[in-house]
């Protein structure tokens, strides 16, 4: 089946500070790739998406490129803000047809 | 512009008792999903459903828990005899399916603990 792979966190930064976090993907076919943020005790907002191969989808800053050859969909961002603080899901979806969630990312932004 | 709602947003219940979640999709949406999420994880699938059929479960899906989607409108998800290990939060997405791909907006979500 699907199976995603993200850096493991917790993962803090200053504000202002370059963020990358890493995901690598495995799943049959060709996957749609989204990015989702969760804030404490709410569900999951959509970040992100990009549905084929080079595509960049981008939203608030974010970014992040799918990269069929390596199959990864690394998220960044400039300059994080304190506001960014939250827990991040990569997330496949593909012949599956269901989302397939890592245990997430979670950032910490310093004032 | 409303999105997908759930209700309750918390439930605490005692063990063996059953329970039911509602969830109510973006309005034009013909695919629903209840996700399982437990502390310091992602997401789990459950089930989903294309309209009122219900296409897909998921083996972590016992036969305690039940699911409807009765004219294609909102969801049930029931849990008969809970248990301990049934204390997670419950996420409900939507889509608007067809096609290549499927953009799901997700519910709050309902938190349960089971005592």
């Known amino acids: 089946g699907d199976s995603v792979t993200q850096m493991e966190g917790p993962v803090t930064l200053s504000e202002e500070a370059f963020l990358t976090i890493n995901c690598t993907y495995t799943a049959t076919g060709y996957p749609s790739l989204f990015w989702y943020v969760q804030y404490p005790g709410e569900g999951l907002q959509l970040l992100l998406k990009a549905t084929k191969a080079d595509d960049k989808g981008s939203n608030k800053g974010f970014e992040a490129t799918y990269r069929k050859e390596t199959t990864s969909f690394h998220l960044e961002k400039g300059s994080v803000q304190v506001s960014d603080s939250a827990v991040y899901f990569c997330?496949?979806?593909?012949?599956?047809?269901?989302?397939?969630f890592g245990s997430g990312t979670q950032l910490t932004v310093l004032p | 512009d409303t999105g997908v709602s759930q209700d309750p947003r918390h439930k605490i219940t005692k063990r063996g008792q059953n329970v039911t979640f509602r969830c109510d999709p973006i309005s034009e949406h013909n695919r629903l999903y209840w996700y399982r999420q437990t502390l310091g994880q992602g997401p789990e699938f459950l089930t989903y459903?294309?309209?009122?059929?219900?296409?897909?479960k998921s083996r972590l899906l016992s036969d305690r828990f039940s699911a409807e989607r009765p004219k294609g409108s909102f969801s049930t998800l029931e849990i008969q005899r809970t248990e301990q290990g049934d204390s997670a939060m419950y996420l409900c997405?939507?889509?608007?399916?067809?096609?290549?791909?499927?953009?799901?907006?997700f519910g709050p979500g309902t938190r349960l603990t089971v005592l």
């Open positions: 459903f294309q309209n009122e059929a219900q296409l897909e």
């Open positions: 997330a496949p979806w593909g012949s599956a047809r269901q989302l397939t």
């Open positions: 997405a939507s889509s608007l399916g067809g096609g290549t791909t499927d953009t799901q907006y």
